[in-house]
């Protein structure tokens, strides 16, 4: 048997030393699960090595899975180099994956080592996600309900958006200053949490505006921070609903870890309510941890969308998918600019 390499340093998480490090280890914390569901449940490695390769669609098909599910499974798998992504979008098990995950890998079989964590919450929960497609409860809660549901509780929705208020106040300048050759005087900040993000935004341009339109559980909270913060002159926050009409008025609607929340038809539904209320010129933004053009990565990417699957009908959308939805509905000139913790502001121009 070859000499094992790797230790403690390679194991498990990756070593912390900058707050994008913070960040990407809670957004992965359910990759473990999902792996653990696919390996016990599934034996996904081993029907792969047999069969040589699949898609997903075959993936969902044969084992009567959501493919949206399977999108974000495979992905992730890829990502993490236990699948290699062929160019016509099919995978087959890499080397360490034969070698390690399947049936007939002799004394290198680690499979019955994921059997430890098969009755966890996240990997049973997982199970049922990559059936079902239905979200589960939010934070694995013991008889809790989904995201969505929850939200509509002042208390629930109180603790969520401070989460979101952490994590904003320290993606939102560098969100700002990706921004910086755009054009904008006053912005709609579509569920905008507790406005981080519409306060980068003026401060770093001068004259400029924002409103954050949010869920009415959520307006007090965000009403008192963005005050706090010394912005309640140029940021006003207002309880409404991004899936009516939006209001006119406004050259940027900016999307920040929203769209990851949906389905494409949703997302086409926000698209297209952006670009009705609009004017020309007007600039659609969508910040958010995108997955890479060709669904490789990046592996941070791929463990968070692990749990937007896990709690909503969403995941983490790479560019080309939301190109195609924003062109759809009208919107040119879309481009992708890097800000920081694996975050991209892609940004879509109504013509």
Known sequence: MPAARGGPDTVGAVRIEMPSDIVATVDGMYASDLLAAVVTEFDLFTWLEGRGRADTEEIAGHFELDERAVDVTVTYLVAAGLLHRLADQSVEPTKIARSHLVADAGPDDLRLYFGMARERPGCLELVDVLRTGDPAPFGSARRGQQWLTRM????????????????????????????????????LDVGGS????????????AGSTATVLELPTVVDL???????????????????????????????????????????????????????ALPAGGWLVDHDVHINDDKTGPLAAAAFSIWMMHVTRGKCWSRPELARIFGAVGFTDITD???TAGCTAIVARKP
């Open 222 to 276: 965000s009403r008192t921070l963005v005050h706090e913060r010394g912005f309640g002159d140029r940021v006003e926050v207002v309880a409404g609903d991004m899936f009516e009409p939006l209001p006119t008025g406004y050259d940027l609607h900016f999307y920040s870890h929203v769209l990851h929340d949906w389905d494409a038809a949703s997302i086409h539904r926000l698209a297209a309510n952006s670009y009705a």
């Open 152 to 187: 509509a509780s002042t208390p629930f929705a109180n603790q969520f958006s401070a989460g979101m208020d952490a994590r904003g106040r320290f993606l939102a300048p560098y969100a700002a200053e990706a921004l910086a050759g755009v054009d904008y005087r006053r912005v």
């Open 194 to 205: 507790t406005g981080a993000y519409s306060c980068a935004l003026v401060d770093a341009r």
């Open 337 to 339: 600019h890097p800000t």
